[in-house]
């Protein structure tokens, strides 16, 4: 069994920053290919950054520029920096081991980002 838990986050007004890391434990199969994804109210959960095995990075489109993923391979956990928020990045975020279209493991609590005024 594996356990994701997922903290940093909180409320925030545009343009602010925030720190979310991911702690995975338990029985790993595999630290090399992690992702942090969102899922805001009413829409369906989306990958936001990968980090592969040789620390390649990949953002959506929407943060590019603006979020930056990162691991402590020896802690087992995930980061996200977050700058230059928006409203829109309004989301419950989660980490996880991307699988295909799916996820490696099950799914942790997420933490609650709120960008607002």
């Known amino acids: 069994q594996v356990q994701l838990v997922e903290s940093g986050g909180g409320l925030v007004q545009p343009g602010g920053s925030l720190r979310l890391s991911c702690v995975v434990s338990?029985?790993?199969?595999?630290?090399?290919?992690m992702a942090w994804y969102r899922q805001a109210p009413g829409k369906q959960r989306e990958l936001v950054a990968t980090?592969?095995?040789?620390?390649?990075?990949n953002y959506a489109d929407s943060v590019k520029g603006r979020f930056a993923i990162s691991r402590d391979n020896a802690r087992t956990t995930l980061y996200l920096q977050m700058n230059s928020l928006k409203p829109e990045d309004t989301a419950v975020y989660y980490c996880?081991?991307?699988?295909?279209?799916?996820?490696?493991?099950?799914w942790g609590q997420g933490t609650q980002v709120t960008v607002s005024s």
């Open positions: 996880n081991a991307p699988l295909g279209l799916g996820s490696l493991y099950s």
């Open positions: 338990g029985r790993i199969f595999t630290f090399n290919n």
């Open positions: 980090i592969n095995s040789i620390g390649s990075l």
